[in-house]
């Protein structure tokens, strides 16, 4: 099956510096990204759609200053979280959606990375 | 507005006992419902899906009906397992959207031998 893989797995960070989260789909080309925010036993929030080659679109209320993303080829997105503070403190989730209708027995399925725990202190 | 209620958990059930986790929706126009699991340590993965009314989708003995008279997608299994321990998302495609998904906020489920 498509596997996507999320780099790192936790990081713990100063307030006030910068963190990038990388998610890559390991065996298949995604022309499409999403990344999510996840609080502590709530649901899922979507954040931005990243399109390689293109810029990402944001949700509203999402700062795309703060949260910035690159999808600069098709297996590889990275989410840089800018001048973090402890607000920011959440579980990052990206998923990758297959180009065109392939995805096994779920055609245009998103992938989902395991996540990045960030904690700024 | 549009959004996904899924029932609240933890939900602790004895193996081979039957399941439900209820789940509804709210949207307009008839969006494709998911749900997905998330196993301990891993990521999300899509367990089933439907794409439109009176479709039932199943994956490895779970079932899920779409229901537009109730605006419901409950997913039921008729035994459960210990390997079926895991965090289950109920989600709908925004309509008109680039298969966005919008979810629920999980349920988590034991099971016990």
């Known amino acids: 099956g498509a596997v996507v893989s999320q780099h790192p797995s936790r990081v713990i960070c100063k307030s006030g510096t910068s963190v990038k989260i990388e998610c890559r789909s390991l065996?298949?080309?995604?022309?499409?990204m999403f990344w999510y925010r996840q609080f502590p036993k709530q649901s899922l929030m979507l954040m931005a759609t990243s399109n390689e080659g293109s810029k990402a679109t944001y949700e509203q209320g999402v700062e795309k200053d703060k949260f910035l993303i690159n999808h600069a080829s098709l297996t590889l997105s990275t989410l840089t979280v800018t001048s973090a503070h402890p607000e920011d403190s959440s579980f990052y989730i990206c998923?990758?959606?297959?180009?065109?209708?392939?995805?096994?027995?779920?055609?245009?399925?998103?992938?989902f990375g395991p996540g990045t725990r960030l904690t700024v202190l | 507005g549009n959004s996904v209620t899924q029932m609240e958990g933890p939900v602790t059930l004895s193996e081979e006992a039957f399941l439900t986790i209820n789940c509804t929706y709210t949207a307009t126009g008839y969006p494709s419902l998911f749900w997905y699991v998330q196993y301990p340590g891993e990521g999300l993965q899509l367990l089933l899906k439907?794409?439109?009314?009176?479709d039932k989708g199943s994956n490895k003995g779970f079932e899920a009906t779409y229901r537009k008279e109730t605006t419901s997608f409950h997913l039921e299994k008729g035994s459960v397992q210990v390997s079926d321990s895991a965090v289950y998302f109920c989600?709908?495609?925004?309509?008109?959207?680039?298969?966005?998904?919008?979810f629920g906020q999980g349920t988590r489920l034991t099971i016990n031998p």
């Open positions: 998923s990758a959606r297959v180009a065109g209708l392939a995805g096994g027995p779920f055609p245009g399925e998103q992938f």
């Open positions: 989600a709908r495609e925004e309509v008109g959207g680039a298969q966005k998904l919008v």
């Open positions: 065996d298949f080309q995604a022309t499409t």
């Open positions: 439907a794409t439109k009314a009176d």
